[in-house]
């Protein structure tokens, strides 16, 4: 039989996209049952409370038995296939010795029997089983089939199982309070109400999504539907730039357009049926604009056009709606959504930003960098959390600890207001550190810099006692414009920077975008990016960029003196020969305009494994060096910095980093270049401690993290180091290496993960 494995992924996809959890397992066995034509088909998932499978919806088996029938792990054929890990086919299954009745099911009339594990990055889901009436055991093709659904439904089944949402008939369903994991963004504790980024979204983005909602979905529509009726009245709407010059009579058109019954209707049926308004609205509007394109007048042709525009309004104007159902003129915020860019932040006041949290991204994305620079606690990654259901809900987001607490009961939050306070009290303990040498108790000196971009985190890096720049992010400068800043523009924001730290140097960067560095206003669309088109490899394709980029570096420069050049992702010799020669010629010609700057130091990023390994070539070119151990380690290891499911691969502390790190020392030492560390490392106690272990001097991080890790520095010896980086050096494994030092951390008390928690707030999720 052949299986259309297409028709299925498909499937897969539209299942992920919808919100109803019962439906959405129903569809699946439904679907199944008829792809693989057999009379049942059912998924147990685990039940984590009591450590057994659940059934949790069939298509041929007694719906009575739905979440009643529990087997132990290792019980039956479903608990031995939980067990093992492996699939069973079998002729005749009430024959075998694993079998066991569940009188719940009334499955004794089934003989065939085939079931397979669900599976989430290794962790044991549920069971998928289909069953027939025939005594033959299923084909290999079919087994083939079953295998590689089972692994595209592992992590959306993962999706409901964490939220407990399957277990509809359990008693803890109905609470509200909820926790979530994710990764590591930026440390702290905040506590606010969940306020929804969205993306901007186009019509053609739209994708199926279906409601639980509809009486909602039809007002949020009718109310979309008035509000551009309205925009349009007024004459005020965006619309009215692309008008041609016969403005009152195609105003009219939209009007008509926006008031026939044929749109109205249409999107009305379709959320009856079930649709979202989002996605009745794209159903409606592709039909619409399909027949006018279909139709021989040229005039009406061009109508399709218009009424595609008129949907988009209309959808802007449901996706604002949902923001707008949220009140909260004073009320602290925390940003939640897929990934939060630096123009969404910015669009906040500060202050009332407690936290962020994005459903995607990890540690190393920029979202998380730039709430680390802004000391807002961020976690990263978290699956299962679904932000439209959770809008306005309290939250609190616990970078320490990588979790997220939905609706927290009023003596967790208080607990957690509790341990905010504390935390306040300790980071404020800090400040007398500001003037204090971070130096070793046997007196190795060590020089704390500060990763910065945003002008509004430069004065925390003076406070908090940074010694000068060592990574200014100048992309981020560009990331919150709307079009690429002019030469001036550029200036004057850099010359703020040189000037806030003079005479400390500032190591500024070029621009590197490329990755999941993206401008809102040019978009590099590339199936691998952070292969592709990515910082120095942009900026030196885009010539007038990194010239007029240059020429506003050295004119701050001719001012404050303090400049350093540092250029990202260099892999080649001819990239950085080709940056200093643009150096010197902008400098020549900034000297025929009457600007007199000194050369500045050229310095660049090692993030690319073949920049280390090419290094004494490329030293003739380069004043000094800076670590950027976010990109090394996932050039190095291969590891995406910023997908959730390799995340517990990305570890900076992976023994082939120590060999790099090692190396790169040694040899910046052999050709007398300085080096310095500026990639997230220099934030983490255990990676600092073993930087200083190697000989590393000079590390670039966050103002927020300063005072901590120049309190960790000032509280150990070198030498008490040494022997433990001798014994990490023979560790097979980054755990391995994280443990030696651990204990080193919490001898002063402190633990990698923040204060611990109450322990009768175990997570229900
Ligand atoms: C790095 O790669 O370590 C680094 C500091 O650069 P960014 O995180 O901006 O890519
Ligand atoms: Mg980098």
Redesign the pocket.
């Known amino acids: 039989m052949h299986h259309p494995l297409s028709t299925l992924t498909a499937l897969v996809e539209q299942i992920a996209r919808t919100q109803d959890p019962s439906a959405m397992m129903a569809t699946i066995v439904q679907r199944l049952s008829e792809l693989l034509n057999v009379e049942v088909c059912s998924i147990y998932l685990c039940n984590p409370e009591r450590d057994s499978l659940i059934l949790a919806t069939t298509k041929g088996l007694s719906a009575e038995a739905v979440g009643q029938a529990h087997l132990a792990i290792n019980e039956g054929l479903v608990g031995h296939i939980a067990a093992t890990l492996s699939a069973v086919n079998l002729a005749d299954a009430p024959a075998d010795d694993r079998f066991v009745y569940i009188p719940e099911t009334h499955e004794m009339a089934y003989h065939r029997f085939l079931g397979v594990p669900l599976l989430h990055l290794r962790k044991l889901v549920g069971v998928l089983v289909i069953q027939g009436h025939q005594r033959e055991p299923f084909s290999e093709e079919d087994e083939a089939f079953l295998i590689t659904v089972a692994s595209q439904l592992g992590s959306t089944l993962y999706q409901l199982h964490r939220d407990g949402k399957w277990m509809t008939n359990l008693p803890d369903s109905s609470s509200p309070y909820r926790r979530y994991n994710g990764v590591k963004g930026a440390p702290g504790v905040g506590c606010g109400r969940l306020w929804q980024i969205h993306p901007q979204m186009s019509l053609s983005d739209v994708k199926p999504s279906i409601t639980s909602n509809p009486a909602q979905q039809k007002q949020d529509f009718q109310d979309a539907l008035a509000a551009v009726r309205e925009e349009l009245e007024s004459g005020s709407g965006r619309l009215g730039q692309h008008l041609p010059a016969d403005v009152g009579a195609l105003f009219h058109v939209y009007q008509m357009m926006l008031q026939s019954p044929e749109l109205s209707e249409r999107v009305i049926k379709l959320i009856s049926e079930g649709a979202s308004a989002e996605w009745a609205l794209k159903q409606t509007i592709d039909e619409m604009a399909g027949m006018f394109e279909q139709s021989a007048d040229p005039y009406m042709q061009a109508r399709s056009e218009d009424i595609r525009n008129i949907g988009q309004r209309l959808l802007n104007q449901i996706l604002e709606r949902d923001q707008q159902v949220i009140e909260t003129p004073d009320e602290e915020l925390v940003l939640a959504g897929d990934l939060i860019s630096i123009a969404d932040i910015a669009a906040f006041p500060q202050e009332r930003i407690r936290g962020l949290i994005c459903t995607d991204g990890s540690a190393?994305s920029?979202t998380a960098?730039v709430a680390n620079a802004l000391g807002i606690p961020a976690v990263m990654g978290v699956e299962g959390l679904e932000l439209e259901h959770n809008r306005g809900a309290r939250v609190i987001v616990d970078g320490n600890r990588a979790e997220c607490v939905i609706n927290p009961p009023p003596a967790l939050l208080s607990e957690y207001k509790r341990m905010i306070v504390q935390e306040q009290r300790f980071m404020k303990g800090l400040d007398r550190l500001r003037d204090q040498a971070a130096e070793t108790l046997d007196g190795v000196r060590i020089r704390l810099l500060t990763n910065t971009g945003l002008l509004a985190d430069a004065t925390p890096g003076l406070q908090r006692g940074a010694e000068g720049v060592g990574?200014y992010?100048s992309e981020i400068p560009f990331m919150v414009h709307h079009s690429f800043p002019t030469e001036h523009e550029q200036y004057r924001i850099y010359q703020k920077v040189l000037k806030a730290y003079s005479p400390y140097p500032v190591s500024m960067r070029t621009l590197?975008i490329g990755g999941d560095k993206q401008l809102p206003y040019f978009e590099i669309n590339e199936s691998n990016p952070y292969l592709g088109w990515r910082g120095i490899r942009f900026t030196l394709d885009n010539t007038q960029l990194l010239v007029s980029q240059i020429r506003a570096m050295l004119r701050a420069h001719a001012e404050h003196g303090n400049l350093k050049i540092l250029v990202?992702m260099i892999s080649r010799v001819d990239e950085i020969k080709t940056v200093r020669e643009l150096v010197e010629k902008a400098l020549a010609a900034l000297e025929r305009d009457g600007i007199h700057a000194s050369m500045p130091e050229i310095g660049m990023?090692i993030?690319v494994p073949s920049a280390m390994l090419l290094l004494p070539k490329l030293a003739p070119y380069i004043d000094f060096v800076s670590v950027?151990?976010?990109?090394?380690t996932q050039y190095l290891l291969a590891v995406d910095r910023n997908n959730p499911r390799v995340s517990n691969l990305f570890d900076n502390l992976h023994p082939a980093m120590l060999v790099a790190l090692e190396q790169i020392l040694t040899q910046c030492r052999k050709l007398d270049l300085p080096v310095s560390l500026?990639?997230e490392m220099a934030s983490d106690p255990i990676a600092v401690l073993l930087l200083i272990a190697l000989g590393y001097d000079t590390l670039s991080l966050s103002a927020y993290n300063i005072p901590k890790i120049k309190l960790l520095i000032r509280s150990v010896r070198r030498e008490d180091l040494l022997p433990l980086l001798e014994q990490a050096k023979d560790c097979t494994d980054e755990s391995e290496i994280r443990d030696l030092f651990r204990p080193v951390v919490e001898q002063l008390g402190w633990s990698a993960d923040g204060p611990a928690l109450p322990s009768d707030y175990e997570s229900r999720g």
């Open positions: 190393l920029h960098i990574l992010r590197d990202p990023m993030e950027g151990s976010n990109d090394l500026c990639g």
